[in-house]
């Protein structure tokens, strides 16, 4: 009988298996990628898109056109395209990032041959009708009004323009923005976005032959092509900065530290994963454990690295009481010295390891994980040997190694540090 007084021991995870996708082309050229699994009567095809053309003094026509893209055709209105979508139990989502766009159908294999039809006259015929774009503008400056009210919020969009300046990554938006949306800026964009020289399939669950040959004859052909130029930055890593708005009233302060990093391509993403980890990557971290559990100036602290394809950066994020903020920094601060100058003991390394090894293990729960998990090194420009390194830097590297990256990259003299509320 199990003694459930007795914790199981630990079991290292010995090797991880994923799934890799097949390749095929449409007759366009547009590439398919297939996770396969014939388990359930179920498949997500995924319609991926570079974002284009990027332009400061129109930084909202990518995200208006994302949010837009299924509100009209020249053949059906919004409602329609609801209706139907809905009559066939299907469901349909758009998502706006900042390298891509996407397009993302979820639908019962019987009825692939019905919603295709559906999926490309939004691909290919959205109209952007005037009084949408109106109501999106309202209910958008609605929004933005509210969110910059609160300190995460105003603090994290603050970090990012610190960092990335007047770029997709980091423009400031402002109201103005909104009222300067022009229906035929949103046009333009989708034209040229949203092309089959732009675009890319992930497709993940029950895909066989026949499913490809209806996708073929719905998006293989009769697509018109673009000129698109795909987004371009350069960033440079600054000076230390401080971003510092006061709020006389505010209970909590809102803290956002950190700087420029690299991103997955890099040589040293693995290790410096680990390491952000020890410091504010799970809730037994160090930052948790010290100003959550023995100081108790917050409900939540934690850190992380950000992969986008220009750039990576590294962040460590909290909201605290507005009394103890100047406590909170300096605790924020002597962690991070503690592992440029101390190395991480075997005990909680060896726990770290298990955290790490054992969240990639439980990502992987289903045919989609499995399609993300190819996505994050496809358009990185990597393959399946990233996760083979990856696996072998947890289970292998040592607290001398660990001391080394935290030497290298956490460089507090380069942090940007952004404080919204009181200090």
Avoid at 274 to 302: A, C, P, Q, W
Avoid at 333 to 338: A, F, G, Q, R
Avoid at 369 to 386: C, E, R, V
Wanted: include cysteine; charge should be negative.
């Amino acid at each position: 009988m199990l003694n459930r007084q007795q914790a199981p021991d630990f079991k290292q995870v010995s090797t991880i298996n994923f799934i890799h996708p097949e390749k095929k082309v449409l007759d366009n050229g547009v590439p398919v990628f297939t996770v396969y699994s014939g388990e359930q009567d179920l498949v997500r095809i995924e319609f991926i898109f570079d974002n284009v053309n990027w332009k400061l003094e129109k930084p909202l026509q990518a995200i208006a056109v994302s949010a837009l893209i299924n509100n009209g055709t020249n053949k059906l209105t919004s409602k329609e395209i609801a209706e139907q979508i809905d009559f066939y139990g299907a469901f349909f989502q758009t998502e706006y990032a900042q390298d891509q766009s996407s397009v993302t159908l979820y639908t019962l294999n019987k009825h692939l041959h019905s919603v295709l039809p559906i999926v490309k006259d939004v691909l290919s015929e959205s109209q952007f009708p005037q009084h949408e774009l109106d109501i999106y503008i309202q209910n958008q400056k609605q929004k933005l009004q509210v969110n910059l009210k609160k300190n995460d919020v105003l603090s994290r969009k603050e970090f990012a323009h610190a960092l990335f300046g007047d770029t997709a990554y980091g423009v400031n938006i402002k109201a103005e923005h909104y009222d300067a949306l022009k229906r035929e800026d949103l046009i333009a964009y989708f034209k040229a976005a949203y092309a089959p020289n732009n675009c890319t399939i992930i497709v993940s669950g029950k895909f066989d032959n026949t499913s490809f040959e209806l996708l073929n004859d719905a998006f293989g052909k009769d697509w018109e092509k673009s000129n698109a130029v795909k987004n371009s930055f350069n960033f440079t890593t600054t000076a230390k900065q401080f971003v510092y708005t006061e709020k006389p009233e505010a209970l909590q302060s809102a803290i956002r530290i950190g700087q420029l990093a690299i991103n997955r391509t890099h040589e040293d993403f693995s290790g410096l994963q680990i390491l952000n980890t020890v410091l504010g990557g799970y809730f037994g971290s160090r930052l948790m454990n010290n100003i959550r559990e023995d100081k108790g100036y917050t409900y939540g602290i934690g850190s992380g690295i950000s992969s986008l394809q220009q750039a990576g950066y590294f962040y460590i994020a909290t909201e605290v009481g507005a009394d103890v903020c100047s406590a909170a920094l300096t605790e924020i601060y002597k962690e991070i010295e503690i592992l440029k100058n101390e190395l991480v003991g075997e005990e909680e390394l060896n726990l770290v390891r298990n955290y790490m090894l054992g969240s990639m293990l439980g990502s992987l729960e289903n045919v989609f994980s499995h399609a993300d998990k190819f996505k994050n090194i496809y358009f990185a420009g990597l393959d399946y040997d990233y996760y083979t390194r990856y696996i072998e830097k947890v289970k292998n590297i040592t607290a001398e190694e660990l001391l080394a990256l935290a030497n290298k990259y956490l460089t507090t003299d380069h942090f940007t540090e952004v404080v919204i509320g009181k200090k």
